[in-house]
């Protein structure tokens, strides 16, 4: 059991490292532009898992949400760069009576060059930066919840078309038996050994079992609809998944213990490293609010001159009147009317926010892995008695045709057996692909990856 462990260890470990790099270097380019790789003929589970990524809506915008939030540090960095502002001042003034030897108008213009520089504000740019590239990691986190959810997804759907081929084949199957017995019954009617009535009900089981062919079909064409909508494919576009055996050592493998699947996926679920992530936050918003009872330190400086009509020539008074300026300014709270203590207190009470969520989480998680060992258990139970209670089921259903054949059954049984077949048969193939969801899901919950025979 421990290689076992070390194995689904180092599994979800190279995973995680994969699905983390796929949202580090993002650009415009992979949120407008979709995948230019080829549609495989057969689509293998691989095949859809790739292409959904790398054209699904969802995950595009997740991308997008990670640009945002790259603009969103860059933003926090540019907090440290000084602000550096042009102004002049254009003035036009008119004397109805002007002094002796003044004239009637007057032109005056300054031009001036500020900057200004925060020294230090209580290192909030510094926790609003470490802030905001937490909450960057955090949607990348966010894309891959989404490419887990498309995973899992995509598994239900492929496995949703895996069964309704089967379930196809069957109906076809039991529909050649039907249209087989109508013949032999009607060819013992027209001998005399069997009556119009019970012909007419061998010819009912006979439409009702094309009937029931055409609704499989149809449960198949639905199926690889739902897939379609998955991978973002065309109504127009025909989508045909490449066959996969699954042998029954696949239905009754042995599961990893559910303690350990559990601390798995726990360790990856981007469920919980998101709400780790708000925990660093949160902490930083404490701090933020803390500095708001902090003194702050501004430098000022600039350049200026300026003219005005009536006096020297304009370049002596532009020269003349060239300034430099410096100041450094010190601010001091001491009341803000209890808005600092209030934040800090809001800030604390929104931090036990991480607390619930993670209880929540783990009860979750804890009910949805135990909710799939249950599935699985029974439904790898069921069919391992199905092959038992299918082969007798089958078995009658062959004397009982033969029997019919022989005029020694009538119609009733013969349909009796005929139904408890189809039934046994499609609550057998039920029960495989429910243990095999079940199987594969907890197969990625405890390895972040599906593997297909």
Known sequence: ?????????????????????????????????????????????????????????????????????????????????????????????????????????SYGSTYNVNAGWTVWEGNVRKYR???????????????????????????????????????????????EVSDSQKERAKALMESGRTSSVEYAQIESQAAQDGYNLVQAESNLATARLNLKKILNLSLDEEIEIADVNFPDSEIAAVLPPKGDVFTYASGWLPQFGMNDLNREIY??????????????????????????????????????????????SLSVPIYDGN?????????????????????????????????????????????????????????????????????KVNPVDLLVAHNNLLSARLGQLQNKYMAILANKTIEYYATRRVAMP
């Open 1 to 105: 059991m421990k290689w076992l462990t070390l194995a689904f260890l180092f599994a979800a470990s190279a995973a995680s490292a994969q699905g983390v790099a796929r949202f580090e270097n993002v650009s415009v380019t992979d949120v407008v532009e979709t995948t230019r790789r080829a549609k495989p003929a057969k689509w293998t589970f691989d095949d859809c898992l790739a292409w959904s990524v790398e054209n699904s809506t969802n995950v595009r915008e997740a991308l997008l949400n990670v640009l945002l939030a790259d603009e969103e540090v860059g933003a926090a960095k540019d907090a440290w760069v000084p602000t550096v502002s042009f102004g002049t001042s254009q003035s036009f003034t008119n004397f109805p009576s002007p002094a002796a030897g003044r004239d009637a108008n």
């Open 129 to 175: 930066l470490e802030s905001a590239r937490i909450a960057r990691s955090r949607m990348a986190l966010a894309g891959e919840d989404v490419v887990k959810d498309i995973t899992l997804g995509i598994l239900q759907a492929y496995l949703d078309i895996m069964y309704a081929k089967e379930a196809v084949e069957i109906a076809k199957a039991t529909l």
């Open 283 to 328: 902490a930083n918003d404490i701090k933020i609010a803390k500095a708001g009872a902090l003194p702050s330190i501004q430098l000022q400086g600039g350049i200026g001159t300026g003219y005005t009509t009536g006096g020297a020539a304009w370049t002596s008074q532009m020269g003349h009147g060239f300034n430099e300026s410096l100041g450094l």
């Open 339 to 407: 808005s600092t203590r209030r934040a800090v207190a809001k800030a604390k009470l929104a931090s036990l926010e991480y607390d619930i969520n993670r209880d929540r989480l783990l009860d979750e998680l804890s009910n949805n892995i135990e909710s799939l060992y249950i599935d699985a258990e029974t439904a790898r139970a069921r069919y391992a008695s199905g092959e038992t209670q299918l082969e007798a089921t089958e078995l009658t259903a062959r004397l009982v045709d033969r029997q019919f054949e022989l005029g």
